[in-house]
């Protein structure tokens, strides 16, 4: 039985949402909502013009206060706040691979026609709200992928996906950069009911930032930056800050901040040679601490330092990465961070509340890689997952830093991996460049279903234990 898709019945909702003029306008607004948003907003009015007309407390004709309507809506909130706990996920057993997707990522030729047409995974990464996930590859391309209706109500009953047959579906979309993608990130805010929010961020070679609607694949708007020939300099990472209104992109020793709301080439720039300790080389990483107004920047130069996200005032620099840092992510409650980095086997944990010693080292195969290997954090904050060349996803504790267990994800290298935002589940990407097989591959590049994938997995929860 085909897999049926959830958008489908959500299609509807990008009509009557109007794309904002690029470079003209708020990317993240749209003009002349009509549809639910704009019965909501009438319904709104009408409360409030009802609350305004009441007669005031204490009145002979009072009766009892209505709720406002953003009282209604922080009632609603603090209900399903309470009634909503953070998936407790268990890694006794291996989870079970819900959809797998590999044919698709081959026989893929660069848009210009050059090269080898060689193509492999490079990361993957959940949407905000848990409805997609999207890929970066090497042809270029970022594909985004739905999840399907069922991994909703009864993901239990799906049956686990085969290796090396079809795909369980295609992408939603694909949206093709002319060079290689650096880096690429989701709009925090994003949520599939509200498709203003439905954006990502992508940095390519020679390119601007690109800002991409995720639910029609057209290009929203750029944030371009110049260097002192007046040519576009790419950012080597990007970031959106937690609440979305700023885009930080690292560049050669320095950072520079656009106005997500104004796009184009107005942006601050910060050198990040200020005070002589900073990283010296290319900023290749971006992350923002949850709670205490801090970011965290890793470079090439072996460097991690952490700023004050308001001045970029710095505040900490971290040395001790045996490679160029190539991630750096803070743990859910922002006392720690953990540091990743190129031909080095290990991710280190930093307290940074006072001494920003190394707390312990978490093992993954990737000595001998100058690939990005991504690992995450579980939304409740107590492990995390890494792929390695090894294949294996490996999971830690994080209150002690032992290792919990590990499973084979894929055959090669697994570069990506990913929890989701609030179901137990994870997506994971691998493959790498090959060299000198060229040969020897036709149109499926002669590789098994369990390389150059990417897969969806399910871990057990309480419930089914």
């Known amino acids: 039985m085909p897999t049926t898709l959830l958008w489908p019945r959500l299609a509807w909702l990008r009509f009557g949402f109007g794309l904002a003029q690029k470079g003209t306008q708020n990317p993240l607004e749209t003009p002349g909502l009509v549809g639910f948003a704009g019965e909501e907003q009438s319904a709104m009015a009408a409360v409030e013009e009802e609350a305004a007309a009441a007669p005031p407390d204490g009145g002979a004709e009072s009766e009892p206060a209505e709720m406002s309507a953003e009282g209604v809506m922080e009632g609603e909130e603090r209900e399903a706040t309470a009634e909503y706990s953070w998936p407790q996920l268990h890694f006794d057993r291996p989870p079970r691979r819900l959809y797998h997707f590999a044919r698709q990522f081959r026989s893929v030729a660069p848009a210009d026609g050059s090269g080898s047409g060689e193509n492999f995974l ?6 905000p709200d848990g409805s997609s996930f999207l890929t970066s590859s090497d042809d270029n391309s970022l594909r985004l992928f739905y999840l399907p209706e069922d991994a909703y109500g009864g993901a239990e009953h799906v049956a686990e996906a085969a290796v090396g047959g079809e795909d369980s579906y295609g992408a939603f ?4 950069e002319g060079e290689p993608v650096y880096d690429f990130c989701w709009y925090p805010c994003m949520s599939l009911s509200d498709p203003a929010t439905c954006v990502f ?8 930032i690109h800002l991409w609607d995720a639910t029609s694949g057209e290009l929203r708007c750029t944030y371009r930056a110049y260097d002192a020939m007046d040519e576009i300099a790419a950012a080597l990472s990007i ?17 520079r901040v656009f106005d997500v709301h104004r796009p184009g080439r107005d942006f601050e720039q910060y050198s990040l040679l200020k005070g002589g300790e900073g990283p010296t080389g290319i900023i290749s990483s971006i992350s923002f601490s949850p709670h205490n107004g801090m970011l965290a920047v890793g470079s090439y130069s072996q460097t991690t330092a ?4 308001s001045n970029m005032e710095p505040l900490y620099v971290l040395h001790g990465q045996l490679g160029g ?3 750096v992510l803070f743990s859910k409650d922002g006392n720690y961070l953990y540091t990743g980095g190129r031909k080095d086997p290990y991710i280190l944990c930093w307290d940074i509340r006072n001494t920003v010693d190394i707390v312990y080292k978490l093992y993954r195969s990737a ?5 990005r290997i991504y690992f995450d954090i579980e939304p409740c904050g107590r492990h995390l997952a890494t ?7 490996h999971v830690y504790d994080l209150q002690g830093g032992q290792w919990i267990t590990g499973f084979q994800a894929a055959a090669d290298t697994v570069n990506g991996f990913s929890f989701h935002p609030y179901l137990p589940f994870a997506v994971t990407s691998s493959g790498h460049r090959r060299f000198g097989m060229q040969d020897e591959f036709e149109d499926e590049l002669n590789l098994g279903g369990d390389e150059n994938c990417c897969s969806v997995w399910m871990f057990s929860s309480p419930q089914e234990s």
Do not use: C
């Open 122 to 127: 490079k990361g993957v990464k959940w949407s």
């Open 173 to 176: 979309l694909q949206v093709n």
């Open 201 to 208: 961020a992508t940095t390519s070679r020679d390119h601007p």
């Open 239 to 255: 970031s959106f800050n937690s609440t979305g209104s700023k885009l930080f992109a690292g560049y050669n020793k320095a950072i």
């Open 306 to 309: 952490v700023y004050a996200e």
């Open 325 to 327: 840092v190539t991630q």
């Open 367 to 371: 000595d001998t890689t100058n690939q």
């Open 387 to 393: 792929g390695g060349q090894d294949g294996m996803v």
